[in-house]
């Protein structure tokens, strides 16, 4: 890795967007999401009328792992608290996971991520409405499975209205 990246947006924004980890592009500039995908990422939020500046983005790990490899168990361990951290401070409405692997830490799961979609978690201890979606990566290399990201979408902004469960 070459920085830390930590998160940007909103410091009091009602979306708080969790990925994985930084990638080469975020590692460079030390932004979240400033790649391929984080201009998906963009377009999705544009399409429920957000946009980066007024939701905060972070990730799990802090820093690059090796290779692009999924990180390790002591690596999230290291990283965790900050990202509690980080919730606890912007104290967001409700979170959007994107990605398996963010997900599973966060919510402490080892469930597929077709078993985490669909449904509303609840992050303990904070009780902020989480809700699972496909990584922008993922959706790169098989944009038919974009109609299901957009649906995971639209149940994020119900429930941020108080409409969905």
Same mark, same amino acid.
């Given at each position: 890795?070459?920085?830390?990246? #930590?998160?940007?947006?909103?410091?009091? =924004?009602?979306?708080?967007?969790?990925?994985?980890?930084? *990638?080469?592009?975020?590692?460079? +500039?030390?932004?979240? #999401?400033? *790649? /391929?995908? *984080?201009?998906?990422?963009?377009?999705?939020? +544009?399409? &429920?009328?957000?946009?980066?500046?007024?939701?905060?983005?972070?990730?799990?790990?802090?820093?690059?792992?090796?290779?692009?490899?999924?990180?390790?168990? !002591?690596?999230?361990? @290291?990283?965790?608290? %900050?990202?509690?951290?980080?919730? $606890?401070?912007?104290?967001?409405? &409700?979170?959007?996971?994107?990605? /398996?692997?963010?997900?599973?830490?966060? &919510?402490?799961?080892? $469930? =597929?991520?077709?078993?985490? +979609? *669909?449904?509303? !978690?609840?992050?303990?201890?904070?009780?902020?409405?989480?809700?699972?979606?496909? !990584?922008? =990566? %993922?959706?790169?290399?098989?944009?038919?499975?974009?109609?299901? @990201?957009? $649906?995971?979408?639209?149940?994020?902004?119900?429930?941020?209205?108080?409409?969905? $469960?």
């Amino acid at each position: 890795r070459t920085q830390t990246v #930590f998160g940007v947006g909103d410091r009091q =924004a009602e979306w708080f967007v969790v990925g994985e980890a930084p *990638g080469e592009q975020e590692d460079k +500039r030390g932004e979240p #999401f400033v *790649g /391929r995908a *984080g201009q998906l990422l963009d377009s999705m939020l +544009r399409a &429920l009328g957000l946009s980066r500046e007024t939701v905060y983005i972070a990730n799990v790990l802090k820093s690059r792992p090796p290779g692009n490899r999924d990180p390790k168990p !002591h690596e999230v361990e @290291a990283c965790l608290p %900050y990202l509690q951290r980080q919730i $606890a401070l912007v104290r967001p409405k &409700l979170i959007l996971c994107v990605g /398996r692997i963010a997900a599973q830490n966060l &919510l402490g799961t080892e $469930a =597929a991520l077709a078993k985490l +979609r *669909g449904q509303v !978690h609840v992050l303990p201890p904070f009780g902020i409405p989480v809700i699972v979606t496909y !990584h922008p =990566a %993922y959706l790169l290399r098989s944009p038919g499975e974009k109609r299901k @990201a957009w $649906a995971d979408l639209l149940r994020a902004r119900e429930v941020l209205r108080g409409h969905g $469960a």
